[in-house]
């Protein structure tokens, strides 16, 4: 086959990628502002006069849902954040901007309480949720929280609680477990920005938490059956100084952000371990490594193995330029891997039963006005595609305009927003007349080589 031909094969490859764009994700809430569900008007008023609730300065970051609550984090970037973890009613009616209500409680949050006026630090003997990006409800009705510790993050950047993991029970909303992360594990540079639980089946005991760590690139494993946890590093959890670039919504700005999306695998048959699909924010590569190693403390832990398992961390391949992306989730039954692209403001997915290629990358929904910087991503037990958009660049280099939508959860069922897309393929077969001309331009790629 000639230069020439490959070459028309690749525009007619990439042409169809770019027309094979699935189904549109339904905005199921919208704010203009966040507002909390205080006790009464009065107490909202004077957390108003005192600045504790500074309406402005609150944008949400991670969702995750759990039967008929959504869950969302509201990171303390700057002064005025009242409550960090919030949730909603899915099956409240009429309400397309409700008010968060605070998770457990008004008092988990009341930073006050924990911080002592003289030495400015927490009183570690009392539970505070100060800081969390991203949550993650379990299998076990368990809802883990990963708490970075740090109020006026665009700011002065103050540690005024350690960096923990709180566990909570969902079905009474009580804390059943509280880790505080080592401080060995910890740089100044450290943010805990992601997390994933790998639940063994059939068991709650058997549990383990992957925690990454953007600022440092690094990992830090949990293990619930023994309490204890170790630090990983490779150099897969670096950034590429190549995808440093950004561009959203008309703002220009560079990151260096290291390891963030985490995606799990349903177990392997064979060895009942999941594969840990995993990206640097800043990067558009894509990576694995079977959880098997990341669960072998002393493979981490011993000066003299830890070196031993560095070929098994897998570089899978490379998207296009600028699709850097903060988050992804794995749908177990599909293999399907959704992921957000920030900087096209859309939703982006690759079947795991494909090579990572351009090629094989699909387009779930993409939306300028919707979707701006899509934050981050998940897939319910009823496999529902979860989406929180917030316009972060706009609020951290800019400012939001308030009398517009500035956030909102999208959703749609996963089967639905793949539909037409390369990333629906079953069996080798596409559903769609596009999807067989995919599969034969693939084929005749592939045979070139």
């Not at 003997?125 to 990006?133: D, E, G, L, R």
């Not at 919707?370 to 609020?395: A, E, G, Q, S």
């Amino acid at each position: 086959m000639t230069v020439v031909n490959c070459i028309e094969l690749w525009f007619i490859l990439v042409l169809c990628v770019r027309i094979v764009t699935g189904g549109v994700l339904d905005v199921i809430f919208e704010w203009k502002e966040l507002d909390f569900a205080y006790p009464n008007s009065r107490l909202r008023q004077e957390a108003v006069e005192s600045q504790s609730f500074i309406p402005s300065n609150n944008v949400p970051v991670g969702l995750e849902v759990w039967k008929n609550k959504l869950f969302i984090t509201v990171p303390r970037w700057k002064r005025g954040v009242p409550a960090s973890l919030a949730y909603v009613y899915l099956n409240q009616t009429g309400r397309s901007s409700p008010e968060l209500i605070p998770y457990p409680n008004w008092e988990a949050h009341d930073l006050d309480s924990v911080i002592t006026p003289r030495f400015q630090h927490a009183n570690r003997n009392k539970t505070c949720i100060v800081s969390p990006f991203r949550i993650r409800a379990d299998s076990c009705d368990r809802l883990w929280v990963l708490d970075t510790g740090k109020t006026d993050i665009l700011d002065s950047q103050e540690q005024v609680g350690p960096n923990q993991l709180l566990v909570y029970n969902l079905t009474n909303d009580k804390l059943i477990r509280r880790y505080e992360i080592p401080k060995t594990f910890t740089r100044n540079e450290s943010v805990f920005a992601n997390i994933a639980v790998d639940v063994k089946s059939g068991s709650c005991e058997d549990t383990f938490a992957y925690m990454a760590d953007l600022g440092a690139s690094s990992m830090v494993v949990y293990s619930w059956g023994t309490n204890a946890s170790w630090r990983i590093t490779h150099r897969y959890f670096h950034n590429d100084p190549k995808a440093g670039t950004y561009q959203v919504a008309g703002v220009n700005f560079e990151w260096t952000d290291g390891l963030f999306g985490l995606a799990l695998s349903a177990e392997n048959s064979s060895d009942k371990y999941r594969t840990l699909f995993f990206h640097p924010f800043s990067s558009f590569s894509e990576f694995a490594v079977s959880t098997r190693l990341l669960q072998n403390e002393s493979l981490w832990t011993d000066p003299k193995r830890s070196n031993m398992s560095n070929h098994e961390f897998k570089w899978l391949g490379e998207r296009e330029s600028n699709t850097q992306s903060s988050a992804s989730f794995l749908d177990e039954r599909t293999g399907i891997l959704l992921y957000t692209q920030v900087t096209r403001n859309s939703v982006g997915c690759w079947n795991s039963a494909l090579e990572y290629t351009p090629v094989t990358q699909g387009q779930v929904a993409v939306n300028n006005i919707t979707m701006v910087f899509p934050n981050d991503i998940k897939v319910d037990i009823n496999r529902n595609l979860w989406l929180l958009t917030d316009r972060m660049p706009l609020f951290m280099y800019k400012s939001l305009n308030h009398s517009d939508v500035n956030f909102r959860i999208l959703s749609a069922p996963v089967d639905r927003a793949v539909a037409g897309t390369v990333c629906a393929r079953s069996s080798g077969v596409l559903p769609t007349p596009l999807g067989f001309i995919l599969i034969s331009v693939i084929s005749s790629l592939s045979k070139m080589q």
